[in-house]
């Protein structure tokens, strides 16, 4: 540990900041963004003596005390003042730029394997349009209005909407545009589609269940052939005499229908509905062994890479970074012509040369020019098709020369057998199984909802303690809340409207004296009540944005479910009851958040306070020690008293076990310990674990969690969290 004081020069200002080294370079940035504002995934350190552009790999404890903050992609004037020395400091980083030799030996590389390439590379013998024109066929079938209608029919449009604008307000976007609804609900299309179609290692006997063994190719019926169906596999039943026929159906038509196959068939029926909503897409076709899906972004402007089996999308270096597959042709189809999209897929354009054998270049080329005229022979959209392909080549060979993410991980193939990943050299790490980061952004909890909610119990429950009201009646007046809520979230989220009875007597009733004290509630979730005209019932519907409402409703029946079973637990409810943990009172919120580490994009570390049971914090690499660090919102002051942690949904091995809780008031120079657990089990999965700051009165913007070790560090190297809450101070 080396304890250093640096001063930063940004603009015309400068700043003081005390560091320990062995904190690493991801809390300097967090420290320099909280005095500059300067994002860290924005910022450039460089060391003022040494001109040395900062990374992970800088030994800090010998740097200059000098360094200089330049805001990446602004308008600073320290870059306007730097350009005339640009080129040295982007030479020595790494991360943003290669060194002018290595990018040379990488042309010289290109250049050796086209040459080998054009020597070992077969004269065209019709091979290669051979295996590509049945798929400029096939694509055509995703135009039939008839299969279309078939496709839609299958999907919950209203549910994928509302699930796509809730993911945009997450990230504090409640009036998205059109492009960006249109994206946000294609990564939806794709999330339901991996849940709803099945993949086939063997299928199941259709007689009885069980498992099956495969016997080898069948004749196809006149039935499975009318549907594409060339090949069928025969599989016979391990107890019964039964044979299982698997044909291998082309058609999209009859997929959507049966909704089960391997990556084929996936990609196939996933593009038909792509197609089905109005995306301009295209089938992958990899030469070694797969298919998946290309959709153009019109909010991002480019070709987006989708992958249904796996449920992965704009992650195109998944195959040859996480899988290790060797690609060599990767072929764009679609209506309007094929093209040869393998740069997107590469890093080692060299290496992938040698292997386009089939034929050369310049007849691959050909071969694509033709069936592409083929196919816009009659286009009204020519020009605009030409240019988006000119764009596509430009990106396609900016990407193909850009420094890969090395902070980003990729898995291993997850769809199919293990054995059989394992036997085509695609499984990957056996650790390894989602798409992770370990350089996170600085993200925004947009929890302002949870906040308001929590706070909005109290007047409910002081009106229970008011009227002495007992425990179990108490219950049954949370549980009609808690029925007209779920009412509520299982309607259309464009038009929720839900009704009760008033005083009726029965336990499903709801007593009118407690309306006033359930306007909170209703307020904080987008909700207004008015009263029928018979004047024996209440209808609850939405006031103002109903994406607020889609947003806390999961929010509100979690914490209700909490508080019922919380309230059920008490013999008798008076004043005293009315405290931490069962109120959940002066909650903080709107703050940002910065990770050691995230899952990418469920696992993302907001998530781990957003209200919400079923989502969490995920850590790839934290199962021996990681951190999150939580800044209030606009630098405020404020005094910790209590924090809850919740486990999350599975894997018990990953729940926290050892940690320690900082507040800072410098920006992170100092650590001020707030409260230090050790040995700390959660018995059960949704477990909620309050504790009391054990040394109270200390004031601090900047709150962070060392998470020492996890339940059982031999059996994981992830760390899992459902939620995290912080309790301030009334005063």
């Known amino acids: 540990m080396v304890a250093r004081k640096f001063v930063i020069l940004h603009e015309d200002s400068s700043f003081n900041i005390d560091y320990n080294t062995e904190d690493g370079l991801e809390v300097l940035q967090y420290q320099i963004f909280s005095v500059t504002f300067v994002p860290p995934d924005e910022q450039k350190i460089v060391a003022e003596d040494d001109r040395v552009v900062l990374s992970?790999?800088?030994?800090?404890?010998?740097?200059?005390?000098?360094?200089?903050?330049?805001?990446?992609?602004?308008?600073?004037?320290?870059?306007?003042?730097?350009?005339?020395?640009?080129?040295?400091?982007?030479?020595?980083?790494?991360?943003?730029?290669?060194?002018?030799?290595?990018?040379?030996?990488?042309?010289?590389?290109?250049?050796?394997?086209?040459?080998?390439?054009?020597?070992?590379?077969?004269?065209?013998?019709?091979?290669?349009?051979?295996?590509?024109?049945?798929?400029?066929?096939?694509?055509?079938?995703?135009?039939?209005p008839v299969r279309q209608e078939a496709a839609r029919k299958t999907v919950p449009k209203d549910e994928l909407e509302e699930k796509a604008l809730v993911s945009l307000a997450k990230e504090g976007n409640f009036e998205p545009s059109k492009e960006e609804k249109h994206y946000a609900f294609l990564l939806q299309l794709l999330f339901w589609f991996k849940r709803s179609f099945s993949w086939v290692n063997e299928p199941s006997c259709d007689y009885c269940g069980n498992k099956t063994i495969g016997q080898g190719m069948g004749t196809p019926l006149t039935s499975e052939l009318a549907y594409g169906a060339n090949r069928v596999e025969l599989y016979r039943c391990t107890s019964c005499p039964t044979i299982t026929r698997f044909p291998r159906y082309n058609d999209?038509?009859?997929?959507?229908?049966?909704?089960?196959?391997?990556?084929?068939?996936?990609?196939?029926?996933?593009?038909?509905?792509?197609?089905?909503?109005?995306?301009?897409?295209?089938?992958?076709?990899?030469?070694?062994?797969?298919?998946?899906?290309?959709?153009?972004?019109?909010?991002?402007?480019?070709?987006?890479?989708?992958?249904?089996?796996?449920?992965?999308?704009?992650?195109?270096?998944?195959?040859?970074?996480?899988?290790?597959?060797?690609?060599n042709y990767v072929i764009a189809i679609s209506k309007d012509g094929v093209c040869d999209v393998t740069k997107r897929y590469t890093k080692?354009?060299?290496?992938?040369?040698?292997?386009?054998?089939?034929?050369?270049?310049?007849?691959?080329?050909?071969?694509?020019?033709?069936?592409?005229?083929?196919?816009?022979?009659?286009?009204?959209?020519?020009?605009?098709?030409?240019?988006?392909?000119?764009?596509?080549?430009?990106?396609?060979?900016?990407?193909?020369?850009?420094?890969?993410?090395?902070?980003?991980?990729?898995?291993?193939?997850?769809?199919?057998?293990?054995?059989?990943?394992?036997?085509?050299?695609?499984?990957?790490?056996?650790?390894?199984n989602s798409v992770s980061s370990s350089s996170c952004p600085v993200r925004t909890c947009v929890d302002d909802h949870v906040t308001n909610i929590y706070d909005s119990f109290l007047p409910i429950l002081t009106r229970f303690v008011e009227?002495?009201?007992?425990?179990?009646?108490?219950?049954?007046?949370?549980?009609?809340?808690?029925?007209?809520?779920?009412?509520?979230?299982?309607?259309?989220?464009?038009?929720?409207?839900?009704?009760?009875?008033?005083?009726?007597?029965?336990?499903?009733?709801?007593?009118?004296?407690?309306?006033?004290?359930?306007?909170?509630?209703?307020?904080?979730?987008?909700?207004?009540?008015?009263?029928?005209?018979?004047?024996?019932?209440?209808?609850?519907?939405?006031?103002?944005?109903?994406?607020k409402t889609a947003i806390a409703l999961p929010v509100a029946l979690d914490a209700l479910r909490e508080l019922v079973t919380d309230l059920s637990k008490c013999q008798n409810l008076n004043k005293d009851s009315l405290s931490f943990p069962f109120l959940k009172q002066n909650r903080v919120c709107s703050g940002s958040v910065l990770a050691s580490g995230e899952e990418l994009p469920s696992g993302i570390a907001t998530a781990a306070f957003d209200g919400i049971q079923e989502s969490k914090w995920e850590e790839p690499n934290g199962a021996k020690g990681c951190w999150i660090m939580y800044k209030t919102l606009y630098n405020q002051m404020q005094e910790l008293i209590a924090y809850e942690l919740m486990s999350a949904n599975d894997a018990p091995e990953r729940d926290p076990k050892d940690w320690v809780l900082e507040g800072s008031n410098d920006g992170g120079s100092t650590w001020h310990v707030l409260d230090k657990q050790t040995c700390q089990i959660f018995e059960e999965r949704f477990q909620r674990k309050s504790y009391k700051i054990t040394s109270p009165g200390f004031q601090a913007n900047l709150f962070r969690f060392r998470f020492l070790c996890v339940r059982d560090v031999n059996s994981t190297s992830r760390l899992q969290l459902g939620s995290i809450d912080l309790y301030k101070s009334q005063h």
């Open 56 to 144: 992970d790999e800088t030994d800090l404890a010998s740097i200059s005390d000098k360094l200089r903050l330049l805001s990446i992609g602004g308008n600073s004037e320290e870059e306007k003042k730097s350009e005339g020395t640009s080129g040295e400091i982007q030479q020595s980083d790494a991360e943003m730029v290669k060194s002018d030799e290595e990018f040379a030996r990488m042309l010289q590389a290109e250049e050796e394997a086209m040459m080998f390439q054009q020597f070992a590379a077969q004269q065209d013998n019709g091979e290669f349009e051979r295996r590509i024109r049945p798929y400029v066929s096939q694509v055509l079938m995703y135009e039939d």
């Open 348 to 432: 080692k354009w060299h290496e992938v040369l040698s292997r386009r054998t089939l034929t050369t270049e310049s007849s691959l080329q050909a071969v694509l020019r033709t069936l592409t005229r083929e196919r816009r022979a009659t286009s009204r959209l020519l020009s605009a098709l030409e240019l988006r392909d000119r764009n596509e080549q430009e990106e396609l060979e900016r990407n193909l020369h850009s420094p890969d993410d090395a902070s980003v991980s990729l898995p291993g193939r997850q769809s199919g057998d293990k054995e059989w990943r394992i036997q085509r050299s695609e499984f990957g790490s056996d650790e390894n």
């Open 467 to 547: 009227d002495d009201l007992p425990v179990a009646r108490a219950v049954e007046v949370l549980n009609v809340i808690k029925q007209v809520l779920v009412d509520l979230k299982n309607a259309s989220f464009k038009t929720r409207k839900a009704r009760f009875a008033l005083d009726s007597g029965s336990s499903s009733s709801f007593p009118e004296q407690f309306l006033p004290a359930v306007e909170g509630l209703l307020l904080a979730l987008s909700l207004k009540s008015e009263k029928d005209t018979d004047g024996k019932s209440l209808t609850i519907g939405l006031v103002g944005n109903p994406t």
């Open 252 to 327: 999209p038509l009859k997929l959507v229908e049966t909704k089960r196959g391997r990556c084929g068939e996936w990609a196939n029926c996933f593009t038909l509905y792509c197609r089905t909503f109005g995306y301009d897409s295209r089938l992958i076709m990899d030469f070694t062994d797969h298919v998946w899906t290309e959709c153009f972004s019109h909010s991002l402007g480019r070709w987006i890479h989708l992958d249904p089996c796996e449920a992965v999308y704009d992650k195109p270096m998944l195959y040859e970074k996480g899988w290790g597959k060797k690609l």
